[in-house]
């Protein structure tokens, strides 16, 4: 195949990608503002505290907030901690967990949790006026998750609590 046709197949593919309307910017980039049919898709975050007003307290009580715009059926319970403080040489970061599971009647107690665990680093370079910069990751992944770039998923918290039944399972547990 020369370089001809492959740019024709190349074409073609995409052609058939955006005829049948299927992109897959929004999973993979979902950060960014998606313009689809006329709408516009924005992710929800919240004014984070600055440098100089920031306690644990506080942080645990934006966190919560945060959490309050995510998309989750109201099912899902969790519950927020604090972990501990990291002091690095150009900043402070505040380690923190928040527990979710969907307890039953039948099973008040579930099998399974999954954590979020959020950090929030204070510069101390930068001028303690500015927001907190603040990330979040999954139980079990290395991707670090920026608030003000990504929409949270319920279906990643449900794959993290399906995982570990399946693997209680393989283990007898």
Not at 75 to 91: C, N, V, Y
Not at 99 to 116: D, E, F, G, L, Y
Request: glycine share 4%; with cysteine.
């Amino acid at each position: 195949m020369d370089k001809g046709e492959e740019n024709a197949a190349s074409e073609e593919k995409a052609q058939l990608l955006t005829e049948n309307g299927r992109s897959d910017t929004e999973e993979y980039l979902p950060g960014l503002e998606i313009k689809e049919k006329g709408k516009s898709k924005s992710v929800k975050n919240i004014q984070w505290i600055t440098g100089k007003d920031f306690t644990v307290e506080r942080g645990r009580q934006q966190i919560e907030e945060h959490i309050s715009t995510w998309d989750v059926d109201r099912r899902w319970l969790h519950w927020t901690e604090f972990l501990w403080e990291e002091e690095l040489k150009h900043s402070k970061r505040y380690h923190y967990r928040v527990c979710w599971s969907i307890p039953t009647r039948r099973k008040p107690i579930p099998r399974a949790t999954a954590n979020v665990y959020f950090i929030i680093e204070i510069s101390k370079t930068k001028p303690a006026t500015l927001p907190v910069e603040v990330s979040f990751s999954l139980e079990y992944s290395r991707l670090i998750h920026r608030p003000e770039q990504c929409q949270f998923r319920e279906q990643w918290l449900k794959d993290i609590i399906e995982n570990k039944i399946i693997l209680m399972e393989r283990l007898n547990l």
